[in-house]
C-alpha cells in the first residue's frame, strides 16, 4: 500500500501544483518542494527501516510488495515491487527532484504550474518504473515518463528545443516501440510454453524458448534500454537534448532518465535472457568501451559547455554498461555506485552550469574564462564535481569505476584494460572545461554575482553527497547486496555451466597454470 | 410480370455510375458535381435493388432506403456547402476552393 | 602513543576542510595559523608515534589501525586503515617535518599575493593530507587514494597563478602525464586482487612470495605496471616531461611537492611493494636502467637551463634517477637514505632559490642574478650547504652517505652492476658540474640586478633547519669503512630486504672514486663557469656544441615528440569530428523522411476533383486485384 502511496503523492501534487499556477507562480515551487520533502522524509524512515544498522532479513526477494488485478482477462495487474535496487534509486530520484524544484526556483517564471505538473509527473513515472513488475506497467510508466519531459524541453528549453524535443521523443519512442514488441513476444512465448498468459515479472523469469526467440527478443529490450543508456551508435539525442533542456529537465534526464535504462538491463533484461544477454555480452562491453572512449573524446571536443557535460555522461555510463555485463558481484555493485554518483555530479554539473548560464547568458565557452576570480565558490565547486567525475578516489565515481573495471577484470580482461583507457580522456576533459570557463585569464572582463545561498545550499548538499559516496559507501553497496544477489542467482539458474563469481577466497586461489611456468 | 434479366439490370446500373462518376471528374461547377453524387448515389441504389430481387431478399430494398436517406442529409449539407462556397468565394467553381494544397 | 597515529593524516585534512569552507573570512594571520598550525600539529604527532615506534618497537616491527570499512563487496574489502613500519615512520617523518618548514616559509613567501592566500594554504594541506594516506595506506585502494589526491593538488597548485594560460597548460600537463601512470597502477590493482584476492599489502605480499615463482611471466606483469604508475608520479623516463614544466607554480610548491615528498612517491611504491620487484628481477633491472638513463640525460638537461627553478627540477629528476637505481639494484636501504637525504637538501635548494627570485621580483633567469654572494650572505650560506650535498663532497654532507650507498649497491648488483655503476658515476660528475653552474653563475661574478628583499625569520630559520640536517643527516647511516655505525639502514632492514654487502677494501676503493668525480665536477664548473666563461662560450658556438645545447636544453626532445605525435593528433581528431560522426545516419533519416513529405504533399492540390480521380482510380485498382488476382 505504502508504494502506491508514493506515487500516487507525487502525482497529487503535481496536479496541485498545476491548478495552483494558475494564481500564483510562488505556490506551485512550495507545494513541489513540500510534496517531495515529505516524500523524501517518508523514503529515509524506509529506508533506515528496511536496510539500516539494525539490518532487515529479507524473507523473500522483495522488501515490500503490492499486487492488484488490473486486467485480469489479459494478465496484466497492477504489480509494484520494491527491494534494495529500487530503493536506493526511488530515494536518488526524489533527492534530483527536489535538487531540479531548488535550482529552477528563479529560472522559470513562465507557466510555473504546468512547469512544476511535469516536473513532478516525470519524478513519479521514474519511480513507477523502479518500483513495476509488470511489463504491462512497467511499459506504462516508461511512456508516461516520455511526455512531460517532451513538454520539459519543448517549453522551457533554450533556442533549438523543438528540434532537440522532437528528436528525443522519436528516438525513446522508437526504442519504447521495439521494447513493446519484444514484451508482447515474451507474453506469447511464455503464454504458449505454459499456458498462463501474464505479464508478470516473476513469472515470466525463466521462460523456456528457444534460442533465436531469445536473443530477438533481448534485442528489443536492449534496443529501448541501449537508447535511454546512450549507447554509442544511438546516443545522439543526448547531446541535443540536454543543451537544449531547462535546468531541471538537464538534471532529470542525466540523473534519472539515463538510469531507467540502466535499471531495466539489470531488472529485466539480464534475468529475463540470460543465455541470450551472455552471448551477446562481448559485443555489449564493445559498447561500453566504445562510448567510454568515444563520449570522452567527444566531451574534449565541445565549445558548448552544457554538451560537453552531456558528453561526459555517455563516457560515464559506458562503464554503467560495461558493468552489467560483466555480470558479477564487484562489477554490478559498482554499476549501481556509478548510476548514483554520476547522478548527483553530472546533475551538480549542470545546475552549475545552469546557474552560469542565467548569469552570463551564454553556453559558449569561448565567452568564458578567468570566472574564477570573480566567481571564486562557483568555481570552486565546479572543480569539485569536475575532479568527481573524472573519478578521483575518495569521491563517489571513483568506487563505482573500481568496481567496474575490478569486476569487468575478471570477466573479461581486455574490455576492463581499455576501459581505464578512458579514466586518462576522462581528465583530459575535466580539466579542459575547468580551464577554458574558470581559469586563465578573464577576456571577456566579466562581473558575476558569485553563488547565492539557494544556489549554495543546492551545491553544498550535493558535495556531501559525493563525498559520503566516496568515503563511506558501504552503506549503499549494502542496501543493493540482497537484490543483485537475487538477481544473480536468477541467472545463475539458468545459465548452470556458467558460475556467477564466487567471493575470492584469499587463501583458495587457482592460478592458471602458464603463469606458474618457472 | 415479365421478369428483367438481372445482368441488365446491372448494366444499367453500372453506366449510370460511370456517368455519375463522369460528372463528378469533368465538371467544375458544385451545383452539377453535386447533381453527379445523386446519381452516383442511385446507381448503387439500384444495384443493390437487383440484387435484392434476383435473391428474393428484402435487404436490397431496406439499403436503398438507407441510401435515400443517406442522400437527402448529404444533400442537406451539400447545399449548406454550397451556399458557404458562393458566400465567400463569390462562384460556384469548386477548383476555387482549393486552399487545403500541401 | 602509537594510537595517535591516525591524527597524523587527519590533522592536515581538517586544516583543508577549515580553509577551505571559511578560509575567506579569515585574515592573514588566521590562515596562516590554521595552515600552518595543522602541519605543525601533524609533525609533532608524527614526531611522537615516531619516537614511540623507534623507542619501544611494537610487535613484529610494523602497527596497524584501522578506522573503517571502506568497501566490502565480493570478498574485496578495503578499510580506511594504516599501517607503520620503519619505511613509513620515515616517510611521514619527512614528509611532516619538511612539509612543516616549508609551510612556515610559504607564510611570509606568498604573503604579497593579492588573492588566494587561503586557498594556497588550503591546497597545501590537503597535499600534506594525501601524502600521509599515500605513505600510511594499509591497502593499495587507499594507497590509491593518496596518489591521486597528491596528483590533484600538484594539479591545483601548479596552476596556482590561474590567470596565466601556460600555468593551466604545465598543471594540465602534470597531472594527465602522471594519470597515465596512475593508469598503468590502476590495472596492477585490478590484475593484483584477481590473481591473490586481496589488495592489503602485507598479505598481499606474503602471498605473492609464496604463490608465485620467481621471473614468472605474471609477477613481470604486476611489477611492470606497479612500475609505469611509479614511472609517472617520479617523472622517470619516458613520462618525466611534465615536471620542468610544473616549475610553473610558486616556488614552495616546487619544494614540497616537485622536489622533497609527492615526486619520490614512486621510489616508496617500489620499496612498499619490494617483494613483487624482487620476484621479477627483469623489472627490478628496468627500474635500476630507467634510473641510470634518466639521471644522466636530466643531468645533461640541468647543465643547460637558464631558469635556475629548471636547474632544480632536471637535477630532482635526475636524483630521483638515483633512487630508482638504488631499488633496481635492492639497495633498499640507500635509496630510503637517499630520499631522506635528498628531501632536506633538495627543499633547502628551491627555498632559497625562492628567496633570490622574491628579492629579484620574480627574475628566475641565472644569466641575470650574479654576485648575491654579499647581498645575501645567509641565504649563500645555507644554499652551499645544500649544493655541496647534492653534489655529494666527499665525508661531510649528507648527499655523500647516501649517493656513495647507492653507488657500492649498483656495484654489488648482479644484472650489469658495473655499468649502472659508471653512468652513476658519471652522473655524480654531472651533478657536480651543473649544481656549481648554478652556484657560480647565482652567487659569484658581477651584480646583475639589484636585490631587494629583506628576509624575515619565517623565511630563514627553515633554511638554517635544512642547511643543517643537510650536512649531519648523513652521519646516521655511517659505511663500514667509514666509523660502521649503520642506524638508518638497521632500522630500515626491519621492514625492507637487507641489501648485499661487498668487501670492505673494494667499498674503500669505490668511495675515492666517488669521491674523485664529485669534487672533479666541482673543479670543472669552477674552470668553466668562473674562470674561462669563455671557453664554454666557444664550445657553444660549434655547430655541434649549439645543437647539443639545443637538444638538452629543450629535454632531449621528448615533449616535441609527444606534442606532436600524440597530443597534436589527439586535438585534431576530436575537433574534426566536433558534430559528431554518428549523427549523420540519424540525420540522414530525418532528411529521407523530410523529401518524402516534399513529394507526396504535392499531391495535395488541395483540388476537390483531383481527390475523387484518384478515390476512382483507387477503387478500380483495388477491383481489378480482387478480381484478376484472387
Known amino acids: 500500500m505504502i508504494l502506491t502511496w508514493l506515487i500516487a503523492e507525487i502525482f497529487a501534487g503535481g496536479i496541485l501544483a498545476w491548478i495552483a499556477g494558475r494564481w500564483s507562480r510562488f505556490w506551485p515551487r512550495v507545494i513541489s518542494l513540500v510534496t517531495l520533502s515529505v516524500h523524501m522524509v517518508i523514503l529515509i524512515v524506509l529506508w533506515v527501516r528496511y536496510f539500516g544498522p539494525v539490518g532487515y532479513v529479507a524473507k523473500g526477494p522483495w522488501v515490500i510488495e503490492v499486487s492488484y488485478s488490473w486486467i485480469p482477462q489479459l494478465g496484466i495487474s497492477y504489480h509494484l515491487s520494491m527491494d534494495g535496487l529500487s530503493m536506493l534509486l526511488i530515494v536518488l530520484t526524489n533527492f534530483l527532484g527536489i535538487m531540479a524544484v531548488a535550482c529552477s526556483w528563479n529560472a522559470i517564471q513562465e507557466r510555473v504550474g504546468f512547469f512544476h505538473f511535469n516536473l513532478l509527473w516525470i519524478v513519479a513515472s521514474i519511480m513507477g518504473v523502479f518500483l513495476a513488475t509488470d511489463l504491462f506497467l512497467f511499459y506504462f510508466f516508461w511512456e508516461m515518463m516520455l511526455v512531460p519531459l517532451y513538454f520539459l524541453i519543448g517549453f522551457w528549453g533554450y533556442e533549438n528545443r523543438t528540434y532537440a524535443s522532437i528528436k528525443f521523443f522519436i528516438f525513446t519512442q522508437a526504442g519504447g516501440l521495439l521494447m513493446l514488441l519484444a514484451i508482447l513476444g515474451l507474453y506469447f512465448v511464455h503464454g504458449r510454453a505454459t499456458g498462463v498468459y501474464t505479464f508478470d515479472y516473476n513469472e515470466l523469469l525463466g521462460t523456456p524458448m528457444s534460442e533465436s526467440t531469445a536473443r530477438w527478443l533481448m534485442l528489443g529490450f536492449f534496443a529501448a534500454f541501449a537508447v535511454k543508456l546512450q549507447v554509442v551508435p544511438l546516443h545522439t539525442w543526448l547531446p541535443d537534448a540536454h543543451t537544449q533542456a531547462p535546468t531541471a529537465g538537464s538534471v532529470d534526464l542525466a540523473g534519472l532518465v539515463l538510469k531507467v535504462g540502466a535499471y531495466g538491463m539489470i531488472r529485466f533484461l539480464v534475468p529475463l535472457f540470460p543465455e541470450a544477454a551472455l552471448d551477446f555480452s562481448d559485443v555489449a562491453m564493445g559498447l561500453a568501451v566504445a562510448g567510454i572512449l568515444y563520449g570522452a573524446v567527444m566531451a574534449f571536443a565541445q565549445t558548448d559547455i552544457k554538451r560537453l557535460v552531456a558528453y561526459t555522461s555517455i563516457s560515464h555510463m559506458g562503464f554503467v554498461l560495461l558493468g552489467i555485463f560483466a555480470w558479477n558481484e564487484l562489477a554490478l555493485e559498482g554499476a549501481v555506485m556509478i548510476m548514483l554518483a554520476h547522478a548527483i555530479t553530472t546533475g551538480a554539473l549542470f545546475i552549475l552550469v545552469g546557474d552560469l548560464n542565467d548569469r552570463i547568458h551564454t553556453r559558449d565557452m569561448g565567452r568564458m574564462g578567468g570566472l574564477w576570480q570573480t566567481a571564486p565558490r562557483m568555481g570552486g565547486v565546479a572543480l569539485f564535481f569536475a575532479v568527481a567525475s573524472l573519478g578521483l578516489p575518495g569521491l563517489g565515481n571513483f568506487v563505482g569505476e573500481f568496481l567496474v573495471v575490478l569486476g569487468t577484470y575478471q570477466a573479461n580482461t581486455t574490455m576492463a584494460v581499455v576501459a581505464t583507457l578512458g579514466l586518462i580522456l576522462s581528465v583530459v576533459y575535466s580539466l579542459w572545461m575547468i580551464q577554458v570557463a574558470f581559469l586563465g585569464p578573464n577576456h571577456v572582463g566579466w562581473k558575476l554575482p558569485d553563488m547565492n545561498l539557494r544556489e549554495g545550499a543546492i551545491m553544498a548538499t550535493m558535495i556531501a553527497v559525493v563525498l559520503w559516496f566516496g568515503l563511506y559507501p558501504q552503506s549503499i553497496l549494502a542496501t543493493a547486496r540482497q537484490s543483485i544477489t537475487n538477481l544473480q542467482q536468477i541467472v545463475a539458474t539458468t545459465r548452470p555451466e556458467e558460475k556467477t563469481q564466487a567471493p575470492v577466497d584469499p587463501l583458495n586461489v587457482v592460478l592458471p597454470e602458464e603463469w606458474e611456468a618457472p | ?102 | 602513543m602509537l594510537h595517535l597515529l591516525f591524527l597524523v593524516p587527519i590533522l592536515p585534512f581538517c586544516g583543508f576542510v577549515v580553509l577551505a569552507l571559511f578560509g575567506r573570512w579569515f585574515d592573514r594571520r588566521q590562515v596562516a595559523a590554521i595552515g600552518v598550525g595543522s602541519i605543525g600539529l601533524s609533525a609533532l604527532f608524527a614526531l611522537l608515534v615516531g619516537f614511540d615506534f623507534v623507542i619501544a618497537p611494537p610487535a613484529g616491527d610494523h602497527f596497524s589501525q584501522s578506522l573503517w570499512t571502506w568497501i566490502n563487496v565480493g570478498g574485496f574489502s578495503p578499510h580506511i586503515a594504516f599501517y607503520l613500519d620503519s619505511l613509513s615512520v620515515i616517510m611521514i617523518l619527512v614528509v611532516t617535518v619538511v612539509g612543516f618548514l616549508i609551510h612556515v616559509y610559504s607564510a611570509e613567501y606568498m604573503e604579497d599575493e593579492p588573492d588566494g592566500y587561503a586557498r594556497f594554504f588550503a591546497c597545501m594541506n590537503l597535499f600534506v593530507g594525501s601524502m600521509l594516506t599515500l605513505v600510511l595506506a594499509d591497502n593499495l585502494l587507499l594507497l590509491y587514494l593518496g596518489w591521486e589526491g597528491v596528483g590533484l593538488c600538484s594539479y591545483l597548485l601548479i596552476g596556482f597563478w590561474y590567470t596565466d594560460p601556460a600555468n593551466g597548460r604545465a598543471a594540465r600537463k602534470a597531472f594527465i602525464v602522471t594519470r597515465i601512470g596512475d593508469t598503468a597502477l590502476l590495472v596492477g590493482l585490478l590484475l593484483l586482487f584477481t590473481k591473490l584476492g586481496t589488495l592489503q599489502i602485507q598479505p598481499l605480499m606474503q602471498l605473492a612470495s609464496e604463490r608465485w615463482v620467481v621471473g614468472s611471466s605474471i609477477t613481470v606483469a604486476a611489477a611492470g605496471l606497479l612500475l609505469g604508475g611509479a614511472l609517472g608520479k617520479s617523472a622517470q623516463l619516458p613520462l618525466q616531461t611534465w615536471l620542468p614544466d610544473a616549475m610553473a607554480g610558486p616556488t614552495p610548491v616546487s619544494a614540497l611537492i616537485h622536489a622533497a615528498t609527492m615526486v619520490t612517491a614512486g621510489v616508496y611504491l617500489i620499496a612498499r611493494m619490494n617483494v613483487l620487484f624482487t620476484l621479477s628481477p627483469v623489472i627490478q633491472t628496468t627500474v635500476a636502467a630507467v634510473g641510470a638513463g634518466t639521471l644522466i640525460l636530466a643531468g645533461f638537461s640541468a647543465l643547460t637551463q637558464r631558469d635556475i627553478k629548471r636547474v632544480l627540477a632536471y637535477s630532482t629528476i635526475s636524483q630521483i634517477g638515483y633512487m630508482f637505481l638504488a631499488v633496481g639494484v635492492g639497495a633498499w636501504s640507500a635509496a630510503m637514505f637517499h630520499f631522506m637525504t635528498h628531501a632536506f637538501f633538495k627543499a633547502l635548494l628551491f627555498m632559497a632559490a625562492g628567496v633570490i627570485i622574491l628579492g629579484l621580483h620574480h627574475e628566475q633567469d641565472m644569466f641575470k642574478m650574479g654576485g648575491l654572494r654579499k647581498q645575501t650572505p645567509l641565504v649563500f650560506w645555507t644554499f652551499l650547504a645544500g649544493s655541496l650535498s647534492l653534489a655529494a663532497l666527499p665525508l661531510v654532507t649528507a648527499g655523500f652517505y647516501s649517493k656513495d650507498a647507492i653507488l657500492a649497491g649498483a656495484w654489488a648488483s648482479d644484472a650489469g652492476g658495473r655499468w649502472l655503476w659508471a653512468a652513476g658515476l658519471g652522473g655524480a660528475l654531472l651533478t657536480g658540474l651543473y649544481t656549481f653552474r648554478m652556484v657560480f653563475l647565482t652567487f659569484f661574478g658581477q651584480v646583475q640586478t639589484p636585490f631587494h628583499l629583506k628576509p624575515g625569520l619565517r623565511l630563514l630559520l627553515p633554511l638554517v633547519v635544512l642547511a643543517f640536517l643537510s650536512i649531519v643527516a648523513g652521519f646516521l647511516d655511517l659505511p663500514r669503512t667509514l666509523g660502521n655505525q649503520p642506524w638508518f639502514s638497521d632500522f630500515v632492514h626491519t621492514s625492507l630486504p637487507e641489501t648485499k654487502e661487498i668487501a670492505g677494501s673494494v667499498e674503500r676503493n669505490l668511495q675515492i672514486v666517488a669521491s674523485l668525480a664529485s669534487i672533479g665536477g666541482i673543479l670543472l664548473a669552477y674552470y668553466f663557469f668562473l674562470r674561462e666563461p669563455g671557453f664554454v662560450r666557444r664550445l657553444m658556438m660549434t655547430p655541434l656544441g649549439a645543437a647539443l645545447h639545443r637538444f638538452w636544453f629543450v629535454g632531449w626532445g621528448f615533449d616535441w615528440a609527444y606534442d606532436n605525435l600524440i597530443v597534436g593528433t589527439y586535438v585534431r581528431l576530436a575537433r574534426a569530428n566536433r558534430a559528431d560522426v554518428f549523427d549523420l545516419p540519424m540525420r540522414g533519416i530525418a532528411l529521407i523522411n523530410q523529401a518524402g513529405h516534399i513529394v507526396l504533399s504535392r499531391t495535395e492540390t488541395g483540388r476537390l476533383r483531383w481527390y475523387a480521380t484518384s478515390v476512382a482510380f483507387g477503387a478500380i485498382v483495388a477491383v481489378g486485384i480482387v478480381v484478376f488476382v484472387t
Open chain 2, 1 to 102: 410480370m415479365a421478369s428483367i434479366p438481372m445482368e441488365q439490370g446491372l448494366l444499367l446500373a453500372g453506366v449510370l455510375f460511370a456517368i455519375g462518376l463522369t460528372g463528378v471528374l469533368v465538371r467544375r461547377n458544385i451545383i452539377f458535381v453535386l447533381l453527379s453524387l445523386e446519381v452516383m448515389l442511385n446507381a448503387a441504389g439500384l444495384a443493390f435493388i437487383v440484387a435484392g430481387y434476383r435473391w428474393g431478399q428484402p435487404d436490397g430494398q431496406v439499403l436503398f432506403l438507407f441510401v435515400l436517406t443517406m442522400a437527402a442529409a448529404e444533400v442537406s449539407v451539400g447545399l449548406a456547402l454550397v451556399l458557404q462556397l458562393h458566400r465567400v468565394f463569390k462562384t460556384l467553381d469548386v477548383d476555387v476552393a482549393s486552399r487545403m494544397r500541401g
